[in-house]
């Protein structure tokens, strides 16, 4: 609840800052294929800095854990994602080809879908991505791209999503999917 009411407030403040809204200047998105992830909802929100470089700012939480129908099986892929970063659009802001660069971290405790092994951790890494963006309308655009992003993991597994029972823990580097992009843009 309290993330909630935080995306909301950062959502609000960007809006209603003295930063101008005019000439394309600021574009505010959310990706469908996020919430194909078991409902992960998720929202960016950029600004153009100059014609070729925007400035993005990302969060998504999933808080949800699903039941499988049997007494205690239940599977989830919860996160709290923030990310920032940003984007260089050879022709001009929030048209054609772009290319990204992110920093990122992410809190998730995910499991159960495939076994019953629950890993909980912390990462926290940088990103790469690329993509188009198609204009619609000079309001609205759809973006399409993809991305990996690396870094370090903190992690604890456990046997089961309910049990709590630790069967190891540590750290290590990973190199993951970052992003698989189906954007919808609000362009203001």
């Known amino acids: 609840m309290r ?3 935080y995306m909301t407030a950062v ?8 930063a101008r809204c005019s000439a394309q200047k600021f574009a505010v998105s959310t990706n469908a294929v996020g919430y194909l992830n078991l409902c992960t909802m998720n929202i960016e929100a950029s600004y153009a800095l100059s014609r070729h470089f925007s400035l993005n700012g990302e969060a998504r939480y999933n808080p949800f854990t699903f039941h499988k129908g049997q007494s205690g099986q239940q599977f989830q892929n919860r996160q709290r994602t923030f990310s920032l970063g940003a ?3 050879p022709w001009y802001v929030y048209s054609g080809w772009w290319f990204a660069a992110k920093a990122r971290w992410s809190e998730y405790n995910c499991g159960g879908m495939v076994s019953d092994e629950t890993t909980e951790g912390v990462r926290i890494g940088g990103g790469l ?4 963006s198609y204009m619609v309308h000079p309001h609205f655009n759809i973006d399409f791209g993809a991305g990996v992003w690396l870094g370090s993991d903190r992690y604890t597994k456990y046997a089961c999503p309910g049990c709590g029972r630790v069967v190891g823990s540590g750290g290590r580097f990973f190199f993951l999917p970052g992003d698989l992009i189906v954007s919808f843009v609000y362009v203001f």
């Open 3 to 5: 993330v909630k009411a």
């Open 87 to 89: 984007r260089y659009w």
């Open 11 to 18: 959502a609000v403040f960007l809006l209603c800052s003295g």
């Open 129 to 132: 991505a690329g993509g188009y």
